[in-house]
């Protein structure tokens, strides 16, 4: 069985930092894009870093220069370092596994998400 645990998540002051981990269980991430998407109430899904097997990355403008996505392979883990968050990062946050179609990423395993908040 497939598993993507997330952790991390929790209420942090805007300007602070916090660091999203994903953890795969019945999944090896090495052999995977890999990506991080967000979603705050009313809104749709927004893909906001991606992590591609031949160790390249991706953010979405939003959070260029704020966020870092990285991986350990021993610890078949994936993180989302987040920085100088914003309110407007308020969301739940999710893992993803996947691979590239037509040049985009697609997204094929699910973790079950964690919330993040940013206020005051």
């Known amino acids: 069985q497939v598993q993507l645990v997330e952790s991390g998540g929790g209420l942090v002051q805007p300007g602070g930092s916090l660091r999203l981990s994903c953890v795969g269980k019945?999944?090896?991430?090495?052999?995977?894009?890999m990506g991080w998407y967000r979603q705050a109430p009313g809104n749709e899904r927004e893909l906001v870093a991606t992590?591609?097997?031949?160790?390249?990355?991706e953010y979405a403008d939003s959070v260029k220069g704020r966020f870092t996505i990285s991986r350990d392979f021993a610890k078949n883990t994936v993180t989302l370092q987040m920085n100088s968050l914003k309110p407007e990062d308020t969301a739940v946050y999710y893992c993803?596994?996947?691979?590239?179609?037509?040049?985009?990423?697609?997204?094929?395993?699910w973790g079950q998400g964690t919330q993040v908040t940013v206020s005051s």
């Open positions: 019945g999944i090896v991430f090495g052999i995977f894009d």
């Open positions: 993803s596994a996947g691979d590239q179609v037509a040049g985009r990423y697609n997204p094929g395993y």
């Open positions: 992590s591609f097997r031949g160790n390249s990355a």
